[in-house]
């Protein structure tokens, strides 16, 4: 009976030390002017948390214009684009299959939410941020349906009037 009672033990402490722990990147921001909001150390960091204003992400929007008051019909068609293409897997609230994207325009860049929207797969592979929060999620891929240029505008300035 002691014997069994060996065995099971050192077969659980084994079975223990040999989970694999998930797999994190390091995330280091290009510019000084990067803000980071902070967290209590005895939380997990989220890629979804840090704020990198600066970064512009993988893609063919290197610039975007963006006025200081909110295009309503631009944000209504954006609005309707997001319902039809986005809301499967993203809520404005909170978060879903994919991360929540009601405050997206106060962590990131327009260009690097236009770049994730337009070239998610190549943000995927070569973007720090991008990369860790398909990490946290599993690695669950966003759908790459073709979105335009000017489709991708539209959900930017629909997800820009969410923070006015």
Known sequence: MKKLLFI??????????QKEEKKSFEYAPSSSK????TKPAEEKKSFEDIVDLENKG????TSVA??????????????????????????????????ALGDITTKRSPEWIMNM??????????DPLAKGI?????????VTAPVSEENARAILEYLRSLNP
Do not use: W
Request: charge should be negative; aromatic fraction near 8%; proline fraction near 4%.
């Open 8 to 17: 099971a033990l050192a077969l659980l402490i084994v079975g223990c030390k």
């Open 34 to 37: 990067t803000v980071e909001q």
């Open 58 to 61: 993988v893609g063919p929007i």
């Open 66 to 99: 963006i006025e200081e008051s909110i295009d309503q019909d631009l944000a209504k068609k954006g609005e309707n684009y997001f319902k039809i293409n986005c809301m499967a897997c993203h809520k404005t609230d909170r978060k879903f299959i994919g991360p």
């Open 117 to 126: 929207t337009m070239n998610t797969s190549q943000m995927v592979k070569e």
């Open 134 to 142: 398909y990490e946290e999620y599993d690695k669950a891929p966003m």
